[in-house]
C-alpha cells in the first residue's frame, strides 16, 4: 500500500500568465505557496479475489475490468501512460475540489507520486510536474496552466518563471519573522460555490487576444509583489493593495471570472478593512482570500459570517509518501463479472 500527502496551492500574483500560449510569447511568472490543507492518495493492488479488476474511490466509485472503462479521465491516462493495472485507488482531501486551490492538479502528483512508488521508483519533483503537466494538459486535453502541477509537487512559497516551454522554481527569500506576518495577515473564506477550472480558463483563452495588456500588467506585479516579500524595510501592507490590484485586473480577463454576488462579497470584505484579496484559481468561485491588518481580522470575519472561515499556515514539504509498504504484484487473466 502506498500513501502519498500533497498540499494545496493559493495563487498571489500571475495567474494567467502560466498559460502556454502566453508565455511562450511573453513570458510568464506567478507567485504561489502551499499550505496545511492536503489530498491523500492511497493505493494498492487489488487483491486478486476480487470480482473486478480495479476500484476507483473519488467522488464516485468505479469498478472495472479494463482502463478504457475507467471514466476518470486522469486516473485513466495515467494509469496508461505507467502501465499500471489491477489496483484500488481511493482519494481523500481537506478541503472541497473545484474551488481554486488546484485541487485537480494536486490529485494529478499525488497520483503520479504513488504510481511511481507503486512500481518500486522515487521520482524527483521536477519529473512529478512536468509529468502532471504531461497528464492533464496533453493526455486529458484540459485547458489552463502549468502552475498548479508545479506548486503542488514542489511545495513551499516560490516564484515560477515560464518561458520556452519550460519553467524554473525559484523560492521567495523571506524572513520567517515576516513569513509569519504574512500568514496573520491573510484570511481565507469558501465562498461555497464550486466551478471547473478548464471551463472558466476555456472562456479566458478565448478572449486572450484582447486581454494581453492586462496579462502583462499582471505578469509585473509578480517583481513588485517579490519585492515586498524579500526586502523587510518594505511595507507589508502594499502587499494587499496589490492584491486589490491585480484582482481587479483579473476581473477583465474572462467574462467568467467573477459576477455581481462574487464582487458583493468582496466589496464587503473591503469595507470591513481588508485592503485587497482575490478569488484564488481560475474564478467563477471557490475561496476567497484577504490580506486584513491583524487588528482588523475580526472584523472583517465579523462581516463576512455567512462564508466558512478557514484557517491555515504555509506548509514547505510538497508532495510525499507517507506510507509505503510495497506487495508482489502477479497479474492475472482477464475476468468477467457475472
Keep these: 500500500m502506498i500513501i502519498t500527502k500533497t498540499p494545496f496551492r493559493m495563487s498571489f500574483f500571475g ?15 506567478v507567485i504561489s505557496s502551499t499550505f496545511d490543507k492536503y489530498c491523500y492518495v492511497n493505493v494498492r493492488h487489488l487483491p486478486p479475489f476480487m470480482p473486478y479488476y480495479s476500484e476507483l474511490v473519488y467522488s464516485k466509485i468505479e469498478r472495472v475490468n479494463r482502463i478504457d472503462d475507467i471514466i476518470h479521465p486522469a486516473i485513466r491516462e495515467a494509469m496508461r501512460m505507467l502501465d499500471i493495472h489491477e489496483i484500488r485507488l481511493t482519494y481523500e482531501g481537506d478541503l472541497p475540489a473545484r474551488t481554486g486551490l488546484g485541487t485537480s492538479s494536486t490529485f494529478a502528483v499525488g497520483m503520479l507520486n504513488a504510481f ?6 522515487q521520482v524527483g519533483k521536477r519529473k512529478l510536474a512536468q509529468d502532471a503537466i504531461y497528464l492533464e494538459r496533453e493526455l486529458c486535453k484540459e485547458s489552463g496552466g502549468w502552475q498548479d502541477q508545479i506548486a503542488a509537487a514542489f511545495g513551499g512559497m516560490n516564484r515560477i518563471d515560464f518561458a520556452d516551454n519550460q519553467f524554473k522554481v525559484t523560492p521567495i527569500i523571506i524572513h520567517p519573522d515576516r513569513k509569519a506576518l504574512l500568514n496573520q495577515s491573510l484570511l481565507l473564506f469558501y465562498t461555497g460555490i464550486s466551478r471547473f477550472s478548464a471551463e472558466v480558463q476555456k472562456d479566458t483563452m478565448s478572449n486572450q487576444k484582447d486581454k494581453t495588456a492586462e496579462l502583462k500588467e499582471m505578469l509585473q506585479l509578480v517583481n513588485e509583489a517579490q519585492a515586498i516579500l524579500e526586502d523587510k524595510h518594505s511595507d507589508f501592507n502594499d502587499f494587499g493593495r496589490l492584491l486589490d490590484h491585480t484582482w481587479r485586473l483579473k476581473r477583465k480577463t474572462g467574462g467568467k471570472i ?12 473591503l469595507k470591513a478593512g481588508a485592503l485587497g484579496g482575490k478569488l484564488l484559481g481560475a474564478g467563477g468561485g471557490g475561496f476567497f482570500l484577504f490580506y486584513v ?32 509498504n510495497p506487495v508482489t504484484y502477479i497479474p492475472r487473466k482477464e475476468i468477467t463479472i457475472e
Design 15 to 29: 495567474g494567467g500568465t502560466d498559460m502556454p500560449s502566453f508565455f511562450n510569447e511573453h513570458g510568464g511568472a
Design 116 to 121: 511511481y512508488a507503486l512500481k518500486g521508483k
Design 293 to 324: 491588518e491583524p487588528d482588523k481580522r475580526q472584523s472583517v470575519i465579523d462581516a463576512l459570517d455567512n462564508l466558512m472561515h478557514v484557517p491555515f499556515c504555509f506548509e514547505n514539504e510538497g508532495t510525499s509518501i507517507v506510507h509505503y
Design 258 to 269: 467573477s459576477n455581481d454576488s462574487i464582487d458583493d462579497l468582496y466589496e464587503k470584505g
